[in-house]
């Protein structure tokens, strides 16, 4: 690929798990009565065809992992884990309480967190507890992120027997110094034992989280993970950008950043590792994310069935996401609800009988459309806009944006069609923030977004 391209759009931006993103949300509070509305009404709509996802946030890690950003609580007391589980079984029940039928379960995914910090028993416990009183789909898709370090026989098995097919394995790297500065204690044993287990007890679908441009990472240790990746041979890829946060993340300031590769190196290991992941027989399916072909991420890229929410790509084309647990999104495309993001919070609310929002955002007609167009070109790397409802002045405003790419071979814009091409797969971020009119009308004077690459 053109190193100068990749320099070129090496710009802050957006992952668009959503539109608009979380930091242009209304800021009108989401009222409880709202969501309510919102969700029963999209139930209405899909749950006796599509069905629902619940995503369950599970928080708590032994240890802090120094690259992570996500919404973690460390402890080492596991006797958190029992009132916890009851806590999500409790919000669960509440949105049980108002939905008009029983739910059909298309897709379940557990992040973290550490989801394995939990016993397998508890675990168990959580699923069963929100299955009771539910339906599941004939095509469901249950996954779960592994810590390999925690992840025992017991818990594959564990989630196996309630119907867990997926496992997403957390590896970042195989190199000792980057693990030790990271304080990722886990070997390339652990992960094999994880991955072997897991497809010798009938999992379909491993895959494994890699991170670049962690500290001390170099191309050629990186391609020494991708050689030792690849003779594990995981269904599915994710390969992932490190996004150095530490005005955000303070347990990133454990390492500075001069023991980061500089932007020409980190490109340098991205396209390694692409390059490297495609001869061995990976397709690019979007932003970050490889698959074999015999994999079901990529036959629903073929079949242009991929759909991407908050738990990023997924298989299961449902249009209303429950989120269970603290800091959890919810999505039912009409809008977005977010839990409080401490425990205390939760939990307080929960006491309360209230469904545990904190910020939410309702989207107007003009969000709708430009979150179809982000969806089609993040999913399918093309949109149209034939229809009139399709249409809106940002979207023009969108393609006027785009005149540069087009000159660089990265789009190609017909009347009321446009194609990502081949070469502009790579940068699909940075073309779906051209339609971001959030973004553009109001341009952050701070850095908010990571890197694209």
């Known amino acids: ?268 290991i991205y396209e390694t590792c692409r390059g490297v992941l495609e001869m061995a027989g990976y397709a690019d399916i979007g932003m970050d994310h490889f698959a074999l072909k015999t994999d079901e991420l990529y036959k629903a890229l073929e079949q242009k069935r991929l759909h991407r929410n908050f738990m990023g790509y997924t298989t299961s084309n449902t249009r209303l996401l429950v989120g269970l647990g603290v800091s959890a999104i919810g999505d039912c495309w009409w809008g977005y609800a977010q839990n409080e993001k401490t425990v205390e919070a939760y939990y307080e609310r929960l006491k309360q009988n209230q469904l545990p929002i904190f910020r939410g955002h309702v989207l107007t007609r003009e969000d709708l459309i430009l979150r179809r167009h982000i969806q089609q070109l993040m999913c399918h790397f093309e949109t149209s806009w034939y229809d009139t409802k399709d249409q809106c002045k940002a979207l023009y405003e969108a393609l006027e944006r785009l005149d540069e790419p087009e000159r660089d071979e990265l789009v190609s814009i017909e009347p009321f069609h446009l194609t990502v091409t081949p070469l502009g797969r790579s940068f699909i971020r940075n073309i779906s923030m051209a339609f971001d009119a959030r973004l553009w009308g109001d341009v952050p004077q701070t850095t908010i977004f990571s890197q694209v690459f």
């Open 1 to 268: 690929m053109n190193t100068h391209l990749l320099q070129k759009y090496n710009v802050p931006g957006p992952r668009y798990t959503s539109y608009p993103t979380v930091p242009y949300w209304d800021k009108v509070p989401m009222t409880e009565t709202k969501w309510q509305d919102l969700v029963k009404d999209m139930f209405a709509v899909s749950n006796d065809t599509e069905g629902i996802s619940l995503y369950i946030h599970l928080p708590f890690c032994e240890s802090l992992c120094t690259y992570c950003g996500c919404n973690t609580r460390i402890t080492v007391n596991h006797k958190v884990e029992n009132p916890y589980i009851e806590a999500v079984l409790k919000e669960w029940q509440l949105y049980l309480d108002f939905l008009p039928s029983r739910p059909l379960i298309r897709e379940i995914h557990l992040g973290g967190g550490t989801p394995t910090f939990f016993s397998p028993d508890h675990l168990q416990n959580l699923i069963k507890g929100l299955l009771a009183k539910a339906d599941v789909h004939p095509q469901a898709a249950f996954g779960f992120e592994a810590h390999p370090a925690s992840t025992t026989d017991a818990h594959l098995e564990a989630l196996y027997e309630v119907g867990f097919r997926r496992i997403s394995i957390g590896v970042q790297d195989f190199n000792p110094v980057v693990l030790h500065l990271i304080n990722r204690p886990q070997t390339y044993q652990q992960v094999k034992h994880v991955t072997e287990k897991a497809r010798e007890i009938g999992y379909t679908s491993v895959n494994f989280d890699l991170v670049y441009g962690l500290p001390q990472q170099r191309v050629c240790t990186m391609t020494q993970t991708i050689g030792e990746v690849i003779a594990l041979r995981p269904d599915r890829i994710a390969l992932y950008s490190y996004a150095h946060v530490p005005w955000v993340k303070p347990g990133q300031r454990k390492f500075t950043e001069d023991d980061l590769p500089d932007a020409s190196k980190k490109l340098a």
